[in-house]
């Protein structure tokens, strides 16, 4: 099903419960009528406007599970974040590292939320009302950052369920990918806020995987990727 805030993908299984996967920064879709300019085209291909191969990863991941399900957003991060709190001063970036949106000057917060945060999270709590068994929200993260290189290739983001943070943490190292607690960000600190709403209202575990970009940069090593994960994420019991 695809509205213009969110697609769903898969079928979840009933019995004894599917996976449920999320991916908050899917696409760097901007609709109309919006008109971004060069300079925001460029920040729209990078980091700030998606997360680069989570899509990809997400889709994969339902396609090796069968009687799982994914929702993905159909609008760039730089719109409004949906996976922050719409209060939060970064859900809507007036200026960035590497430049500044345009159609983020004056924006209005309430028609971004009516328009896309809100749609998108009524797509995932619609899905989660199936009851999986566990939550799982798929990012990632730019190999350099502020001039810092990044040797982390993937991280189990968690602000509880530390077992089995911990446990897919382990088999992730199983599978090759170096793999991190809480990092490169920590859930600890508020940063799995879509994970964390949903699971919660789910009531079923949850957690957010981190892949590297340089990992995911194309469809062929998305998908290859996307195996390791999901054996990952069976070898972890989830």
């Known amino acids: 099903m695809i509205t213009d805030a969110s697609e769903t993908i898969g079928a979840p299984a009933p019995e004894p419960g599917f996976r449920l996967y999320t991916c908050e920064h899917a696409s760097n879709r901007v609709p109309r009528p919006f008109r971004p300019r060069p300079a925001d085209r460029r920040l729209l291909a990078m980091h700030w406007g998606y997360d680069i191969g989570a899509a990809e990863v997400t889709r994969a991941l339902v396609r090796r599970t069968p009687g799982s399900q994914a929702v993905l957003s159909r609008f760039s991060r730089l719109l409004i974040d949906p996976?922050?709190?719409?209060?939060?001063?970064?859900?809507?970036?007036?200026?960035?590292?590497?430049?500044?949106?345009?159609?983020?000057?004056?924006?209005?917060?309430?028609?971004?939320?009516?328009?896309?945060?809100?749609?998108?999270?009524?797509?995932?709590?619609?899905?989660?009302?199936?009851?999986p068994r566990v939550l799982i929200s798929i990012h990632s993260f730019t190999p350099v950052f502020r001039g810092v290189?990044?040797?982390?290739?993937?991280?189990?983001?968690?602000?509880?369920?530390?077992?089995?943070?911990?446990?897919?943490?382990?088999?992730?190292?199983?599978?090759?990918?170096?793999?991190?607690?809480?990092?490169?960000?920590?859930?600890?600190?508020?940063?799995?806020?879509?994970?964390?709403?949903?699971?919660?209202?789910?009531?079923?575990?949850?957690?957010?995987?981190?892949?590297?970009?340089?990992?995911?940069?194309?469809?062929?090593?998305?998908?290859?990727?996307?195996?390791?994960?999901?054996?990952?994420?069976?070898?972890?019991?989830?």
């Open 149 to 238: 290189q990044r040797t982390v290739e993937a991280g189990v983001l968690f602000d509880e369920h530390d077992d089995l943070a911990v446990r897919l943490v382990d088999t992730l190292r199983a599978q090759g990918l170096r793999t991190e607690p809480n990092e490169p960000y920590s859930g600890k600190a508020g940063l799995i806020y879509a994970a964390a709403r949903h699971g919660t209202n789910a009531g079923c575990p949850y957690l957010e995987i981190e892949l590297r970009q340089d990992l995911i940069g194309s469809s062929r090593a998305a998908r290859a990727v996307a195996q390791r994960v999901g054996q990952a994420l069976d070898a972890a019991g989830l």
């Open 83 to 131: 996976n922050r709190d719409p209060l939060d001063p970064t859900a809507v970036l007036s200026t960035c590292d590497d430049g500044t949106p345009t159609f983020n000057q004056a924006a209005r917060l309430d028609q971004r939320v009516a328009r896309f945060h809100e749609p998108f999270h009524a797509a995932v709590a619609t899905a989660a009302r199936s009851a």
